[in-house]
């Protein structure tokens, strides 16, 4: 088992800059694709950002590219999401997800194949 945890959501102007993190613990010595999703009330989640084990193969949504940049420190079991130019469209809860891969350099981008989930943090985009 993996557990996540988010932090860093809050309430920002459009514009503005955020930077989420998460924290893993548990069986984190085995190869995991890390990603954040996001998820709207009555909408389906969806993908924002994916890294591989190695960090070496990043995939982001079209939604957040150029805005958006994932990171992880797999030393510390972290992984981080810099969230630059917000706007309105980016409010949702963000969560953070780790996959089982065979490859340290696969990212995945389907939510169906991401074992583990964080319990997600609100980012709201307003003036």
């Known amino acids: 088992q993996v557990q996540l945890v988010e932090s860093g959501g809050g309430l920002v102007q459009p514009g503005g800059s955020l930077r989420l993190s998460c924290a893993a613990s548990g069986r984190t010595n085995y190869a995991y694709s890390k990603g954040w999703f996001r998820q709207i009330p009555g909408k389906e989640r969806e993908f924002v950002a994916a890294k591989s084990e190695r960090g070496d193969k990043t995939v982001y949504g079209d939604s957040v590219k150029g805005r958006f940049r994932i990171s992880r420190d797999n030393a510390n079991n972290m992984v981080y999401l810099q969230m630059d130019g917000l706007i309105p469209e980016d409010t949702a809860v963000y969560y953070c997800?780790?996959?089982?891969?065979?490859?340290?350099?696969?990212?995945?981008?389907?939510?169906?194949?991401?074992?583990?989930w964080g319990q997600g943090t609100q980012v709201t985009v307003s003036s």
């Open positions: 997800a780790a996959a089982s891969v065979n490859s340290v350099h696969e990212a995945v981008v389907s939510p169906a194949q991401y074992n583990y």
